[in-house]
């Protein structure tokens, strides 16, 4: 369905001059080290701007890392206005089962909205001590991992905040962040399926680990810019969106210009206007001054790249007088936008060039061995690891894509003077393989950006049953 169902106009007709468009679309698509997956733009409530990169699409569900927390934040409004979480009051009061234990005064006053806003008082990244410290509870091991100071006092970004906030939700509730999300926000907003991490079973991580459409996170950020209003009903309360989306606690760092200006609940500030975010480039950034939202999912680790090129390009656009040419040379480019293909390869193999087996010392993906073997008219690439070989159809010149097992996956390849070469898009999430087969029998394969969840290359996909 994707944005079907919303309004849609022009950059022109909502006062943007589609140039600055196409000067970000030139800028993104300029740089090596930024995969564009996909991108939604909308001014005064209306689709102006829309494009997906194939093989990835309107309807493809991508692994969005910590855009989730913004999600979880969302649940949280929910549950204060339904009198089932109070901002201020004791984490601990949530989990009586851990009172005796939880003895230290400090962490006993933090409460939800110093989780909430990564303020809990530790001065850093807590999940690998919570995890050791709680033998796998990870808000168990959370509250037994000492304080550096006041709770409210210090920032630091911490997924166990997130994850102690999300399990208080889903107590409180009595059901999953999906369930408890479906008839609350997803429905209302017309998001489809959604799927969402759980550890342990019945418990969605909340810090990460929820995968959805690029127009969903278009959708979030609509809701949040309309002050929690969607279409006649005001769905989250007005008071929750201003809590969220000011800044909570400051957070002096050197991530960039746009991670030190303030954090919300669960969301950043930025040097213009506010947004969500998750590794490798998925965005959900908020302008209210423009009246406008950008949704982006990708594939990068420089993102304060991309912000500065969208403050660079897109914000003097906006109620800059535009052109009907214009508009539709970005229509134009945005519905035939495709992944690059593997760089400097050719399409034709070489003569006698009739593939085999090669071994993979070193490799990513707990791959073991690669096949490339002709297959019809075409060509076939194994990666074989413990569980066997996942078989994948190889487009040349172009994106085949497969599902294997159900795991949605693309190939495209093709041969340099001394080796072949594939890149293997994991299209439930961000991430890319690449795969370099060479003369003498050894492949390298290797993740353009490495996944911070499963590191194996079955384990890149949305949850299944």
Not at 27 to 54: C, K, S, T
Not at 79 to 103: K, M, N, Q, S, W
Not at 112 to 126: D, F, K, L, W, Y
Not at 150 to 169: D, K, M, R, V
């Amino acid at each position: 369905m994707g944005t079907a169902d919303l309004p849609h106009s022009t950059p022109s007709a909502e006062g943007i001059d589609a140039t600055g468009i196409s000067a970000l679309l030139d800028a993104l698509e300029g740089d090596p080290d930024i995969r564009l997956h996909g991108l939604i733009l909308m001014r005064h409530g209306a689709v102006v701007a829309e494009g997906w990169w194939a093989p990835y699409g309107p309807d493809r569900v991508q692994l969005l890392y910590s855009l989730s927390k913004s999600f979880t934040s969302t649940a949280a409004g929910f549950a204060r206005a339904e009198g089932l979480l109070e901002l201020d009051r004791p984490v601990i009061e949530y989990f009586p089962e851990y009172d005796a234990e939880i003895t230290d005064e400090r962490m006993r006053r933090m409460t939800v909205r110093h989780i909430a806003s990564m303020a809990s008082g530790h001065a850093t990244e807590t999940i690998d001590r919570a995890l050791e410290a709680g033998r796998g509870d990870m808000v168990l091991g959370f509250l037994r991992t000492p304080l550096d100071a006041e709770p409210g006092t210090i920032f630091a970004y911490n997924q166990p905040c997130t994850y102690t906030l999300a399990a208080i939700i889903q107590r409180a509730t009595g059901e999953s962040l999906v369930e408890y999300l479906r008839p609350r926000l997803l429905d209302p907003l017309g998001i489809g399926d959604v799927f969402w991490i759980e550890a342990p079973p019945g418990r969605n991580l909340g810090f990460s680990g929820l995968h959805a459409t690029t127009d969903a996170v278009a959708r979030l950020a609509q809701l949040y810019l309309q002050g929690g209003r969607w279409n006649d009903r005001q769905l989250l309360d007005p008071h929750w969106v201003q809590e969220a989306t000011r800044v909570q606690v400051q957070n002096p760092g050197d991530w960039g210009a746009d991670w030190s200006q303030g954090y919300g609940l669960q969301f950043w500030m930025n040097r213009h206007g506010y947004r969500g975010d998750g590794a490798f480039g998925q965005f959900c950034v908020v302008l209210p001054e423009q009246d406008a939202v950008l949704a982006i999912t990708a594939e990068t680790v420089q993102m304060q790249r991309v912000l500065d090129r969208v403050w660079l390009h897109l914000l003097p656009a906006f109620d800059r007088p535009g052109e009907a040419d214009a508009d539709a040379a970005v229509a134009e480019r945005l519905a035939s936008r495709r992944m690059p293909l593997p760089p400097e390869t050719a399409s034709v193999a070489p003569e006698g060039w009739t593939g085999g087996e090669f071994a993979t010392p070193g490799a990513d993906a707990l791959i073991t061995a690669v096949n490339v073997r002709p297959d019809g008219d075409g060509w076939m690439l194994g990666l074989v690891d413990a569980a066997g070989e996942l078989a994948l159809p190889v487009g040349v010149g172009e994106w085949a894509a497969s599902e294997p097992d159900g795991q949605p996956i693309a190939v495209a390849g093709g041969w340099t003077a001394d080796a072949f070469v594939a890149d293997v898009l994991f299209l439930d999430t961000p991430h890319t393989l690449r795969v370099t087969c060479a003369e003498g029998g050894t492949a390298s394969v290797r993740w353009l950006t490495t996944p911070l969840h499963a590191d194996d290359a079955r384990g890149q996909r949305r949850p299944v049953d």
